[in-house]
């Protein structure tokens, strides 16, 4: 019998809680899956050959030939004959009847007490769902094939009744599932609003729970019917469950086992039958699973080719020096471009800001400058540090600058630390990659690294793990893992975002000390214009995938070259008037598939004119030439007062 | 820590009444003729009386099961209605087999499982996609066509490796192995996939994290972050999910038993249960389920060392 | 990446490392169980299908192989050769008196029992008076009383003639299998030590049930220079190709096999002994009609007769390792009757007629139950249901996995017929097993009193004696005429030996393999 532990996945669970993707998008994707269909239809023809037989079978599967006994297989019978001269197609095909019956039974029986007393405990909770839980616990430790082998001893080989233990032995999976999603769903508010309004318990689960239940238990009873079907094979192989002459598949196996040495042929039918099988179910739940997770994310609408940038595009004449040189960089997934023609830089000691909203592209650039944006992702341009371009440089190039030439801290400390090492584990490992020292040595500066980054008691910190820090603390230990490689651009994507302001503060200053003790150039992202006035020296406003405007903090504030900035920094409430609305900029973010062919600002800007968004918009040098600008009115604003 | 365990240890003695309690309740449902399939067809019927009260088979179901409760508690698991020995003794020479065959098969289907389920992570998409299949071919052969299989090609054919019997490590180490080759195979294969699926989900799990994309970015090589970092996190959930494959695998070993000829506690339960030989069953169940409880407390203790999260409080 | 071809590296010479090993291991383990052929056999293994009821010899089963575990410590009083000649064992002597009212027996001299004790008149008494209470053998039914009459000399009265003693006492017959006192006191120990004054005894330590049962040669067996070797185990190894490998390697020397491995025996370079030793068919318990009226009829049993194809379904069933029969002795021994095998010559239209005659041209129905066990029942029982059919006889079969449900069955008065098999034995044994009231099948108490009648009179003589084989033939005839029951295939018992070990012949007379008398070839 196969023993396969079924689990509820991550996606499972996942699933539950997202209220899973609509049915037709789960259907699509399963029938791209190639093998997946393919194993779909190869079951759904054996149910139909089973179901049919007494129609297609050649012959009567208790028809003895005893002239033609363990012939293999021959025209009269294509998959030979047994040592009663029986077809075996015709067995297979009458056997395959009471086979997939008896699963059929189990699975039943499994699915619906499963999926009831799940649903009811999952939802009730309380005393009931703790009593379920110890006995579901008891039921799955059970070794299940003693209690079959009692029930069949006991009642003679009845079939139903062994099948019947052996779906209320499999009752735990599906209640798993089923529990679990009613819980999911019991914790969301909406459910209280329900109640609230009066609808009944009865009413929720079947509006509400239901239909984000129904991808995770059918992979579950899928991959179910896959043990279920191998362990009654094995059963009816060790003759338990089946009442001779008829037919069945296991009992065909061990048939085939006392003629081994006349007619070894007769292993094969039987058992691939019952292999693919098997093997046709656990694809079909893989390829529900892939299949659902597919429908679930955000679907990549196909994207109509967008036309090239003309080549005026080119007179981006943006062009700074710096120990990090950003020229150029754009980043298309697939065929949707997200990021276009970034120029950036930083020299040493000094820290560039990199500002916008959300989904306007600052991270995914920070994550083309790190290259850790994966396959799906095509990046051109250069990105040029310590003389080199990165994007053409070997992987073992590239490998060789991380840590030690660029390094990176992110938005959430609590994930961005492997939760199954303590602190000095992983930064000793980060040391010993980059100086290669010795135990002394690395403990040494790891003592060192922690101090710098303002964490008193070094040592005891050094042995937590990272879930017994605080925010403050994980954040510290993150950049001191950053900094381990003594890296000379520090690349900080929201390093204060997920931290209490009083955290920020601190967290800046840091960055602060490190910047001018030790020269190091930080490129920090955030959509937090205050952040960027207390720490930056350069800022570079991006909106919808490109820079739209880049200089100096003091120069930016005191007049915007954009009115993309300009609106920003009229939106922040701490320059608000009391007593009159806040002043948000209408409309929304184009986004990638959506960018218009002239000025991507266009739709909400308040100066716009036709000619804006007739051609593509070039980042040139404005002003004193010490700051670039992507707008062609860029006089009226920098006139502007 | 500590805690833990002995709360796990106290569940599993509930484990250790219900279940016996269960197979008196079944049999309990059938009134069986045990005597009779022991004197055999020319019994008189005051002979079967007779031996029927001399096995206490006329008592209550009830009774006999608290019995029967009572006497375990001793290490009296009562004697074979059919060779009257006792259980004990019946099962001592058993458990050394069964234990050979379903620890192998863990050994083997953990370790083989945990690296196909990394190698299967592979960057080479399609390397990565050929070891899943061949992983999930493993679910797909049940274990007794995989055992007869085995038994044509190597010890029919091939005559390589010993079709049947077991030759105790005490007497020979490497008969003892050669021996149990065959069956742990047939019996792991399945148990390999299991692991080698849910290490893959963990993997690619982990493998996706902040963490492991905030070590790479600052100089962690790949390697490192597979095998260490990602193994590690991969490592605990998986483990979590060996003790529901044990079970299955405990399972699976009365099928393997029975084809290889192991004179384990898997081949003697389907043979009691062909006699209805209820003491010894009762026996077996109880062995069966010591065993899972014994497996599940030592992945409980492995959890917390794999999972800090988990440790202390 | 570097580090990836790196790890595939180590992976690969990890894996290849493994390989090297587990080859290494296999070989070391084939090469040591490979036997040496040269040097003489001092311990033998025998390879059984299935362990014994119990090791208590007056509750253990009949033929191969339950009784080999209690024929190799345990001596009997009679001893019978592989042609079923009788020869003193614990017995010297014995005789009926001429009112055959009673059996006297003279015992040998100083036997001792495996723990010391003596052999004594009282000692056999006592052992056959618990045989007596405890056996479901029917050898010892009609004694009256058993009595020392000497110091070694014991008197079995009879109540009624019954010239079934000497084959009661043999070592088949297993009810003069001698138990010493100390087992007799207490019985429970019976069943996990021996007890006896076989040429071995049991190894309580080395044995494990139901897998391997160790035995030692008896050092106070009274004729130490037949013992052949010094261990003697019983494996049990429930498949058949297992014990073909078994074989092959060394592992085992001698193995009781079915049908289905026999031409792979031989390919192999093995021995297979055989002879015709039980035949097996469906026997009609319902002759009085009480369950389904059509079997009183004597025309529908013997339709039932004709419509098997003897030659097909033997063939199918047993290839060459059985013959067609319609009779219930084996050729060549009393009772048998050549001129009865063209009786029932396959002839489905006839059967059909007679059917018709009988009153049953619609043709009928009935349950047959299937007894699990020896010789493929079930694959017979399904071969003949298919020929049945095809005279319009319509049957359904039910087949219990454990034979304590067989036997529910059995009693549950549901059933008229059952398919069986059965030793062939010395006639009136056979006879008495089937067709009188009572008998060991007829569990519907049936009574035919032309068959009773002739069991008087076969008892009224000495078996072996022409007056004696006169009456088996007359009443073989006038049960397989009066298709009492429907017998199929005479069944040979194959035993596949490898070639260290010689004398393991055994013959349709005595077909039982036993295994005191095997020896080392060299």
């Known amino acids: 019998m196969t023993n396969v532990a079924i689990t509820s996945s991550a996606a499972d669970e996942a699933g539950l809680k997202d209220g899973g993707g609509s049915r037709i998008r789960t259907l699509r994707e399963f029938v791209r899956r190639p093998l997946a269909f393919a194993a779909a239809i190869f079951l759904f023809a054996v149910i139909i050959a089973v179901v049919a037989a007494p129609i297609i079978a050649p012959f009567d599967p208790l028809a003895q030939d005893l002239n033609h006994t363990l012939s293999g297989p021959t025209a009269l019978h294509p998959l030979g004959t047994d040592q009663l001269g029986r077809d075996v197609l015709s067995r297979l095909l009458w056997g395959g009847r009471t086979t997939l019956l008896g699963v059929g039974e189990a699975l039943a029986v499994a699915f619906v007490v499963g999926l009831v007393a799940g649903l009811i405990t999952g939802f009730v909770g309380g005393t009931t769902d703790t009593v379920t839980s110890r006995i579901v616990e008891i039921v799955m430790a059970i070794p299940a094939i003693v209690v079959l082998l009692m029930v069949y001893s006991l009642t003679n080989n009845d079939s139903n009744a062994g099948m019947l233990a052996l779906g209320l032995l499999s009752v735990p999976t599906i209640l798993r599932v089923a529990r679990g999603a009613a819980r999911a769903v019991r914790s969301e508010t909406f459910i209280s609003a329900s109640e609230v309004v009066g609808m ?363 009115p993309y900035t300009r609106a920003l920094i009229d939106a922040n409430p701490i320059v608000a008037t009391r007593g009159e609305p806040l002043k948000a900029i209408p409309g929304v973010v184009p986004a990638p598939a959506d960018w218009p062919i002239g000025c991507h600002f266009y739709d909400r800007c308040p100066i716009a004119t036709l000619a804006c968004a007739q051609s593509p918009i070039a980042l040139i040098p404005v002003g004193d030439g010490e700051r670039d600008s992507r707008c062609i009115h860029v006089d009226e604003l920098i006139g502007a007062k | 820590m500590l805690r833990r365990v002995g709360l796990r240890v106290l569940g599993s003695l509930a484990l250790l009444i219900v279940v016996p309690a269960i197979t008196f309740l079944i049999q309990s449902l059938t009134p069986s003729n045990v005597a009779a399939s022991i004197l055999g067809l020319g019994a008189t019927n005051t002979q079967i009386a007779a031996l029927n009260h001399q096995l206490g088979l006329d008592q209550p179901a009830i009774v006999r099961y608290f019995e029967w409760l009572v006497g375990s508690l001793h290490g009296d698991l009562g004697n074979s209605y059919v060779t009257n020995q006792a259980v004990t003794t019946i099962l001592a020479p058993r458990i050394g087999v069964s234990l050979s065959l379903v620890i192998g098969a863990l050994l083997v289907f953990t370790i083989v499982g945990l690296l196909l389920g990394v190698l299967s992570t592979n960057q080479n998409r399609a390397v990565g996609r050929i070891i899943d299949i061949v992983s999930s071919a493993g679910i797909a052969i049940p274990n007794f066509w995989l055992g007869v299989i085995l038994i044509g090609i190597f010890s029919v054919q091939l005559n390589v490796l010993p079709a049947t019997g077991y030759v105790p490590a005490a007497t020979s180490a490497s008969l003892w192995i050669a021996s149990l080759v065959l069956p742990v195979v047939a019996l792991a294969f399945g148990g390999i996939t299991a692991v080698a699926k849910q290490t893959r989900d963990q993997m690619l799990i982990a493998l996706d994290s902040p963490y492991i994309r905030s070590l790479r970015v600052n100089g962690v090589p790949d390697l490192s972050l597979t095998y260490r970092h990602a193994l590690r996190n991969a490592a605990g959930p998986t483990v979590t999910v060996l003790g529901l494959i044990f079970v299955g695998a405990l399972s699976g070993s009365v099928v393997v038993e029975n084809i290889f000829v192991l004179p384990g506690l898997g081949s003697q339960a389907v043979q009691s249960a062909t006699q209805h030989d209820l003491p010894v069953i009762q026996g077996i169940a109880l062995y069966f389920t010591i065993i899972v409880v014994v497996v599940n407390v030592l992945i409980d203790i492995v959890i917390p060392i794999l999972n800090p999260k988990v440790r202390a409080a | 990446m570097k580090s990836q071809s790196r790890t595939r590296k180590l992976l690969a010479i990890a894996g290849s490392a493994s390989t090297i090993a587990l080859v290494a291991v296999a070989l070391a383990g084939c090469s040591s169980t490979s036997g040496s052929k040269t040097t003489t056999l001092t311990s033998m293994t025998l390879a059984a299908p299935n362990g014994p009821n119990s090791l208590d010899p007056a509750l253990n089963g009949n033929g191969t192989p339950l009784i080999w575990y209690t024929q190799l410590d345990y001596a009997p009083l009679i001893d019978r050769d592989q042609n079923g000649k009788a020869h003193p064992d614990l017995a010297t002597s014995w005789h009926y008196t001429s009112d055959r009212l009673s059996f006297v027996i003279e015992l040998r001299k100083g036997v001792k029992f495996s723990d010391g004790e003596a052999l004594t008149a009282d000692s056999v008494v006592n052992s056959l008076e618990y045989n007596k209470k405890n056996s479901t053998f029917p050898y010892l039914s009609n004694v009256s009383t058993i009595t020392a009459t000497g110091p070694l000399e014991v008197t079995i009265a009879l109540s009624t003639p019954d010239p079934l003693l000497p084959y009661g006492l043999d070592q088949e017959g297993q009810e003069g299998d001698i138990i010493a006192p100390e087992g007799l006191k207490n019985p429970k120990l019976l069943t996990t030590e021996s007890f006896g004054a076989g040429e071995y005894v049991l190894d309580t330590s080395s044995t494990i049930s139901n897998s391997a049962y160790v035995y030692t040669a008896n050092p106070k067996y009274w004729d130490k220079k037949s013992v052949n070797f010094k261990k003697f185990t019983i494996k049990v190894i429930a498949d058949d190709n297992s014990t073909l490998a078994a074989l092959r390697s060394g592992q085992v020397q001698a193995a009781q096999i079915n049908s289905n491995t026999a031409a792979a025996g031989k390919a192999a370079g093995l021995t297979l002994e055989t002879a015709n030793s039980a035949f097996v068919g469906v026997y009609f318990a319902d002759i009085e009609g009480k369950i389904n009226p059509a079997f009183a009829n004597v025309k529908v049993r013997q339709a039932l007769n004709l419509a098997i194809n003897r030659p097909s379904v033997t063939k199918a069933l047993y290839g060459t390792t059985a013959t067609p029969t319609d009779q219930y002795a084996a050729k060549g021994t009393p009772g048998y009757v050549a001129s009865l095998e063209k009786l029932y010559a396959y002839n489905a239209t006839k059967a059909k007629a007679l059917l018709a005659e009988a009153g049953y041209a619609n043709g009928l129905s009935f349950p047959l139950l299937v007894q699990p066990g020896a010789l493929n029942q079930n694959l017979l029982a399904q071969s003949m249901v298919q020929d049945w059919k095809a005279i319009g006889v319509n049957v359904t079969l039910t087949a219990p996995t454990a034979f304590s449900d067989y036997v529910t069955d059995l009693e549950s008065g549901k059933y008229p017929a059952t398919t069986y098999n059965f030793y062939y034995s010395n006639h009136l044994t056979v006879m008495q097993g089937q067709f009188t009231k009572p008998a060991l099948y007829n569990f519907l108490g049936y009574d035919d009193s032309k068959a009773n009648a002739f069991a008087t009179q076969e008892r009224s003589s000495d078996i072996g004696t022409a007056a004696n084989n006169a009456v088996a033939a007359k009443f073989e005839t006038y049960v397989v005429e009066q298709a009492l029951a429907d017998p199929v295939s005479s069944a040979d018992t194959l035993m596949l030996t490898s070639k260290t070990i010689k004398n393991v012949q055994f013959s349709s007379a005595f077909p039982i393999p036993d295994p005191t008398k095997w020896e080392p070839a060299n």
Not at chain 1, 245 to 259: I, K, R
Not at chain 1, 356 to 377: F, H, Y
Not at chain 1, 438 to 458: I, Q, S, W, Y
Not at chain 1, 536 to 554: I, L
């Open chain 1, 200 to 562: 009944s318990k009865a009413r929720i689960i079947r509006r509400h729970v239901l239909p984000n239940i129904w991808g995770p238990i059918i992979v579950n009873t899928a991959v179910l019917a896959a043990v279920i079907l191998g362990v009654q094979g094995g059963l009816n192989y060790l003759n338990l469950g089946v009442k001779p002459p008829a037919p069945s598949w296991g009992g065909m196996v061990a048939e085939a086992q006392t003629n081994l040495q006349l007619q070894p042929f007769l292993i094969f039918p039987s058992g691939l039958t019952i292999a693919l099988t098997i093997a046709a179910f656990i694809l079909i739940a893989d390829g529900l699973r892939d299949a659902t997770t597919a429908a679930r994310s955000r679907s990549t609408t196909p994207q109509q080719a967008q036309p090239p940038a003309p080549a005026l595009d080119a007179t981006d004449t943006a062009h700074r020096e710096g120990v990090l040189q950003v020229q150029n960089l754009s980043v298309k997934f697939g065929q949707l471009e997200v990021v276009r023609r970034v120029n950036v830089s930083v020299a040493k000691g000094e820290t560039l800001g990199i500002v916008g909203e959300s989904g306007c592209g600052k991270s995914v650039t920070a994550s083309a400058i790190l290259d850790s944006l994966g396959r799906s992702a095509t990046v051109t341009g250069t990105i040029v540090f310590d003389g080199k371009d990165l994007n053409t440089a070997t992987r073992k190039e590239r490998a060789g600058i991380r840590g030690s030439g660029i390094a990176s801290i992110s938005q959430d400390p609590m994930v961005s630390l492997d939760p199954s090492f303590s602190v000095a584990s992983q930064l000793k490992e980060l040391i010993k990659v980059h100086d290669h020292s010795d135990k002394r040595a690395t403990h040494a500066r790891m003592v060192e690294l922690l101090t710098e980054v303002g964490l008193p008691n070094p040592e005891a910190i050094a042995r937590r793990y990272p879930h017994e820090l605080s925010g403050g603390m994980a954040q510290r230990v993150s950049i001191a893992c950053a900094l381990a490689g003594r890296p000379r651009v520090l690349i900080a994507d929201e390093p204060t975002t997920a931290l209490d302001v009083t955290i920020q503060g601190e967290i800046l200053s840091l960055l602060r000390r490190l910047r001018d003790e030790q020269g190091m150039a930080i490129v920090l992202i955030t959509h937090d214009l205050g952040v960027v006035a207390d720490l930056c020296d350069r800022v570079a406003v991006m909106y919808a995938g490109e820079v739209v405007e880049d200089a100096t903090v003091e120069a930016l504030f005191a007049q915007p070259a954009h």
